[in-house]
């Protein structure tokens, strides 16, 4: 295995596992935030379930300025 595709391994493996994390424990999040606020609830919701898309199109941004 190259080192390159190594490192791009390790970081789709970091990825999923955070990713995976913040799903497991969203309801519970956004339940607790939503005993403060229902609105604040729908948007801490919403932006974790953004914030997964947005890891990815970072990621596309950045392997996309080196060339790749």
Not at 14 to 25: R, T
Not at 44 to 61: D, M, N
Request: glycine content about 10%; charged content about 10%.
């Amino acid at each position: 295995m190259s080192p390159e595709s190594r490192s791009q391994a390790i970081a789709a493996a970091v990825i999923l596992l955070g990713a995976g994390l913040v799903i497991y424990f969203l309801p519970s999040i956004v339940l607790w935030i939503g005993n403060f606020s229902p609105t604040l609830g729908i948007a801490v919701g919403a932006g974790l379930i953004l914030a997964f898309f947005a890891v990815f199109w970072l990621r596309a941004r950045y392997q996309r300025s080196r060339g790749k």
